[in-house]
């Protein structure tokens, strides 16, 4: 019987601001992990949006929520269109997360741009975890901006590093 080639790697690309990273965003990645052998976090740098966090800063606070897996999870930063990132780092997938019905207008617009672009990189989606539907990194970052408490939405250095931007 003739051998199988041996199957390569499979490397998905999780994108996105990230400012911070939510436990919705870590529960997403974990739940990637499950089905790729490799996940790349990319911060994606978004004209339209102006970060609490420095780049450098997020990228840190990543890290350290997965520094149990830096085998197969990479942190980077990314300019430019997704799907170029993903070819040229040697992804097949795009994960998006999907947290409630109002997403999927937007998810779905954005997954046939990014098909009709490259046809060789797939979107797949995972539906948040039930207990961060509500979550987005605009409403951690209001909650900690009015002194509320964060814990139970982003890990503890997270909050840390909220709680010193808001002395
Ligand atoms: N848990 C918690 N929050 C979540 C979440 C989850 N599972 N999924 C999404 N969110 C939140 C994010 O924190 C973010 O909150 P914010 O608006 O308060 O910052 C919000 O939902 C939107 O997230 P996301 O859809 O990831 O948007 P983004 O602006 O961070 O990134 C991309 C959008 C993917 C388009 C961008 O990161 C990108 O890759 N740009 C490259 C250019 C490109 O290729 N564009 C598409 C082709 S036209």
Redesign the pocket.
């Known amino acids: 019987m003739s051998k199988l080639p041996p199957r390569r790697p499979t490397l998905a690309v999780y ?5 911070p ?8 990645v974990q739940r990637a992990m499950h089905l790729f052998d490799k996940v790349i976090i ?5 004209a ?2 102006t ?1 609490l966090f420095s780049l450098e800063e997020r990228v840190d606070m990543i890290r350290t929520c997965f520094l149990d897996e830096t085998e197969r999870i990479e942190v980077d930063v ?8 993903a070819t040229r780092r040697g992804a097949t997938a ?1 994960v ?4 409630a019905v109002s ?1 999927f207008d ?2 779905m617009q ?1 997954a046939l ?2 098909r009709k ?1 490259e046809r060789q990189i797939d979107t797949v989606f ?1 539906m ?2 039930l207990r ?2 509500f ?7 209001d909650v900690a901006r009015h002194g509320g408490d964060t814990s139970g939405l982003v890990p503890s250095h997270v909050r840390a590093a909220l709680k010193n931007k808001f002395l």
Do not use: C
């Not at 990273?21 to 997403?28: A, S, Y």
């Not at 979550?135 to 970052?141: G, I, N, P, Q």
């Open positions: 994108s996105g601001t990230f400012d990273i939510t436990n919705g965003h870590i529960d997403i990319t911060i994606a740098r978004n339209n949006k970060p990314m300019s430019g269109l997704l799907v170029e990132y795009i998006r997360g999907l947290r997403d937007y998810e954005l741009v990014n672009l995972l948040a975890g961060w539907v979550l987005s990194s605009s409403m951690v970052r």
